[in-house]
């Protein structure tokens, strides 16, 4: 398995506002990503974060809105950038182990007012 | 894309008794994953189990197995003896096995274990 640490656990932030998230795994790992939740809803995939080079956003996600960094094979970072309400949302750090086993952080709950 | 479909949103069990949580996915691919996810109120996603499409066999962990008829493209899983722990929201998720690396989730079944 990987113990994910998340940070922060949670935030209230101002609408216009930019909140970075941390994510820290305590094994090297090739593949990390970010998911969204919102209010009562199930997980949706934001991007891939790729060691080396840009993240890979799925459709409806944009680099300007979630800019996503990944320095090394341990940690990644998701900005949601200019918030409005609408990012009120849990923002969940994944990663694949070699057994390509999908584990996830503990999660960043975000309100925006 | 893959949809997943879970069509309990909720489901009550009492102690000790099994449950099983029904869940049914479309795709064309022959190779895939799919996954049982356990979402307590922490927030914190849990693996509960995972099978590979190409394997027969169910998978089991504990007292947590599944029913996994490629087929019918149904995934179900059952959690015997049921504790007051395993409340919470269990999500049913599929991943391709080649064409990226999304997992496609269910929207979820609340499960309530009563004393």
């Known amino acids: 398995s990987a113990v994910i640490s998340q940070k922060p656990s949670r935030d209230i932030c101002q609408r216009g506002t930019s909140l970075t998230i941390q994510c820290q795994v305590d094994s090297q790992v090739t593949m990390m990503f970010w998911y969204r939740q919102q209010p009562g809803q199930s997980l949706t995939l934001i991007a891939t974060a790729n060691q080396g080079s840009e993240a890979t956003y799925e459709s409806g996600f944009v680099i300007d809105k979630f800019p996503i960094s990944r320095p090394n094979l341990t940690f990644s970072t998701l900005t949601v950038s200019n918030m409005s309400p609408e990012d009120s949302s849990i923002y969940l750090c994944?990663?694949?182990?070699?057994?390509?086993?999908?584990?996830f952080g503990s999660g960043t709950q975000l309100s925006v007012l | 894309a893959q949809t997943v479909t879970q069509s309990q949103p909720e489901m009550s069990v009492q102690e000790a008794e099994t449950v099983t949580l029904s869940c049914t996915y479309d795709?064309?691919?022959?190779?895939?994953?799919l996954f049982w996810y356990k979402q307590p109120p922490s927030r914190q996603m849990i693996l509960v189990i995972r099978q590979e499409a190409y394997k027969q066999q169910n998978a089991t962990e504990n007292r947590f197995s599944v029913n996994f008829q490629k087929a019918a493209k149904s995934f179900s899983l059952k959690i015997s003896d049921s504790q007051l722990g395993d409340a919470a929201m269990y999500f049913c998720a599929y991943r391709s096995f080649f064409s990226g690396y999304a997992l496609n989730f269910g929207k979820g079944t609340s499960l309530l274990v009563t004393p």
């Open positions: 994944s990663v694949e182990t070699q057994a390509e086993k999908l584990f």
């Open positions: 795709t064309s691919e022959s190779d895939y994953y």
